[in-house]
């Protein structure tokens, strides 16, 4: 079956390190996106890509940093300049650029990062 | 930027109807929406492309009123499979930066 695969599931990352989120997707999507969500709260955008070399920041890049080799993975790494990296983590990718076509974003199951 | 949902939350009982809406500051060219069960990915609901589109999902449905620059999901007789958080998203412009609203908490009880 199709679909985006994160891992971990959880993650604890000491003061100072950087940890790198694996999203892997078999849906041949395009695009592909990072949120961040925290607890009783939405989802904010850290960085999006719609093709392979290229990625855009969103609201609340700064602390992260993402690569697109591929098509399929879409990794984000936490560095240590992101202060309060406590969160769900989410990462989506839709077929279209979301707002050109008629497809909404598939949801990996997320990881769960918690600074100790 | 953010679209602003409302209600925040909401408690029915099983059988009974609930609306959510989601109002955008900025021009809407189209809106997804989704729902988040505790502790899981969201779930893609639907989405609507044009002003004044309606849709249906089992007896979830949505509006989509450009003018008003918001868009309003219908649940009827809900049942407990249907508690979690519901967000709208929506992209700013035609641009690729997509933005969740700021959700609505929605519990069933028996």
């Known amino acids: 079956d199709g679909g985006i695969t994160q891992s971990p599931k959880y993650l604890f990352r000491k003061e100072g390190q950087n940890v790198t989120l694996s999203c892997e997707q078999n849906l041949n999507h395009d695009a592909m996106y990072w949120y961040r969500q925290d607890p009783g709260q939405g989802l904010r955008l850290i960085y999006y890509?719609?093709?392979?070399?290229?990625?855009q920041k969103g609201d609340i890049a700064e602390g992260y940093s993402v690569s697109r080799e591929k098509k399929e993975s879409f990794p984000l790494t936490v560095t240590s300049a992101q202060k309060n990296p406590t969160a769900f983590y989410l990462c989506?990718?839709?077929?279209?650029?979301?707002?050109?076509?008629?497809?909404?974003?598939?949801f990996g199951s997320g990881t769960r990062l918690t600074v100790v | 930027q953010q679209p602003v949902q409302s209600p925040q939350a909401v408690i029915l009982r099983e059988g009974e109807d609930a609306v959510i809406n989601c109002s955008s500051s900025?021009?809407?060219?189209?809106v997804h929406w989704y729902r988040q069960k505790h502790g899981e990915a969201p779930v893609f609901l639907m989405i609507l492309l044009k002003g004044g589109e309606q849709k249906g999902h089992e007896k979830i449905s949505a509006s989509f009123n450009e003018k008003k620059q918001q868009s309003s999901l219908y649940l009827t007789a809900s049942q407990l499979s249907y508690s979690g958080t519901y967000f709208c998203g929506t992209p700013w412009n035609t641009g690729n930066q997509f933005y969740f609203g700021t959700g609505t908490s929605l519990t069933v009880i028996p």
């Open positions: 890509s719609q093709i392979v070399n290229d990625f």
């Open positions: 900025k021009a809407l060219y189209s």
């Open positions: 989506a990718s839709s077929m279209l650029p979301t707002g050109q076509g008629s497809y909404g974003y598939t």
